[in-house]
């Protein structure tokens, strides 16, 4: 091999050394620029992520704030509704209370017509059966009574009134 030859292959050597080198700063330098544009995304990013969030707690506070109040105002307008109520029940109880004091008062007379008419109706249905009793008495007399039997006149008379199924003061 002759000067020439090693001086070009030497040449051409260097080169691409050269040519390597400056392809690997390049490299190197398109790295670092990729790094930094992803650390400014990142950061832009991570700036535009508290602004969203200070945002939204901002005006999750207003409707908070907006909720409480209409929490408030129903409240007040339950509690006047429910006095409001209460009040109208109580006057509309306190009056029927009233009227049927009156309509006591006034019926108490009346009651105890009724009442002294069916008393009038039991004592003449009483009349009646001892009438009927008395009427039976002949009839049963041609039999001898027996000693183990009681006689009518000792059997005690009934402590209640036969039961009446209309008794009417006609």
């Known amino acids: 091999m002759t000067f020439w030859s090693v001086a070009l292959i030497s040449l051409v050597i260097g080169l691409f050394l050269v040519i ?3 392809l690997v700063v390049y490299m190197g330098s398109l790295v670092k620029s990729a790094y930094e544009i992803k650390v400014e995304i990142q950061s832009d990013l991570e700036a535009g992520l508290k602004k969203i969030e200070e945002e ?5 506070r207003w409707i908070k704030r907006d909720v409480v109040e209409e929490v408030d105002k ?3 307008g339950m509690a006047s509704d429910n006095q409001r109520r209460l009040a109208e029940l109580t006057e509309n109880l306190g009056s029927r209370v009233a009227a ?4 006591q008062k006034q019926g108490q007379p009346e009651f105890s ?3 002294e008419a069916l008393r009038q109706d039991i004592i003449s249905l009483d009349q009646r059966t001892k009438a009927m009793r008395r009427e039976q008495k002949p009839a049963e007399a041609p039999t001898a009574p027996t000693a183990a039997a009681p006689t009518p006149a000792a059997t ?5 009134p036969p039961a009446v199924e209309e008794a009417s003061p006609t």
């Not at 939204?56 to 999750?60: G, N, R, Y």
């Not at 049927?100 to 309509?103: D, G, H, Q, S, V």
């Open 156 to 160: 005690p008379p009934p402590t209640e």
């Open 20 to 22: 390597g080198g400056a």
């Open 56 to 60: 939204t707690e901002k005006k999750i």
């Open 100 to 103: 049927l004091e009156a309509a």
């Open 113 to 115: 017509k009724a009442l």
């Open 74 to 76: 129903i409240k007040s």
